[in-house]
């Protein structure tokens, strides 16, 4: 089976060409805003240097997010354009999901994060249970200990705590996009109980979300790609027109509005 994962959730872009047991190729590049720009070309440069064809490939597996707005919507788009018109398996899998799953190997639980703006974290909480196979196969299933939380550090480390889902033995793992100022917070209310992945240490790997989307696939767990929508967690600001603004009086506070509405699209674009 050959599958295609795009992730373009954040700033940091990854896509990848792999089998059930094999890596044919991968990117991850800071993409800033241009998701929709270098998406397209990015997929047609690795199918191109993989010697694959868009018709040679059996799944298209995306990250559905959460994440920035922008960045979230182009890679779904593409990969629900790319299933439809292919006609090929469509996969799912959320932004965290993917986060966590870089630190299977952490003997105890892992907070996957997101800078969400507005002074807010995307975060959920995992769990990895290590298996070993007949023929010494190291392998591991993720259990997602949490729903998936939008929280300022703050309320993050007091839900925590008061959610028992902090070990007494071993640390809770933070990883992910996480700014400076939210990782002093979170170790200020958790000390000890806290460790930290950022940074490049923590940057997603479209190779791990082909993985999770394969498990999905073998379990029969396919998406539909007219139904499947974003993991946005927020409703998305939208900013209103001024050109109606004299027509509907209120001109004043209809900029204060407008300028609210867009400091909050601001805070998306993370």
Not at 91 to 118: F, K, N, S, Y
Not at 124 to 132: I, K, R, V
Not at 256 to 269: K, S, V
Request: proline content about 3%; overall charge negative; hydrophobic content about 40%.
């Amino acid at each position: 089976m050959l599958l295609l994962a795009l992730d373009t959730s954040t700033r940091q872009a990854s896509i990848a060409l792999c089998s059930e047991n094999e890596l044919y190729g991968e990117y991850s590049w800071h993409v800033g805003n241009n998701h929709s720009v270098e998406l397209l070309e990015s997929i047609r440069h690795l199918l191109a240097e993989c010697q694959v064809t868009f018709q040679d490939l059996d799944a298209i597996a995306v990250a559905t997010g959460p994440g920035s707005f922008n960045g979230v919507r182009v890679a779904l788009a593409t990969a629900k354009a790319l299933a439809f018109s292919l006609q090929k398996s469509l996969i799912g899998v959320p932004t965290l999901d993917v986060i966590a799953a870089q630190q299977q190997q952490w003997r105890g639980p892992v907070c996957a994060v997101l800078e969400a703006g507005r002074s807010e974290l995307y975060a959920a909480c995992y769990l990895f249970d290590e298996q070993l196979t007949n023929t010494g196969d190291l392998t591991y299933t993720m259990r997602r200990e949490s729903d998936y939380l939008l929280f300022t550090p703050q309320q993050l480390a007091a839900h925590l705590q008061a959610q028992g889902q902090l070990d007494q033995n071993v640390p809770l793992l933070f990883a992910g996009e996480l700014s400076v100022a939210s990782r002093q917070t979170l170790y200020a209310s958790l000390q000890e109980k806290s460790r930290f992945v950022y940074g490049m240490q923590a940057s997603r790997q479209a190779s791990l979300l082909a993985r999770l989307a394969m498990q999905r696939l073998f379990e029969g767990k396919e998406d539909d790609p007219l139904v499947i929508e974003p993991l946005y967690l927020r409703r998305p600001s939208i900013t209103k027109s001024v050109r109606k603004q004299p027509l509907l009086g209120g001109g004043e506070q209809a900029s204060r509005d407008q300028a609210t509405t867009e400091r909050e699209e601001g805070a998306l674009r993370h």
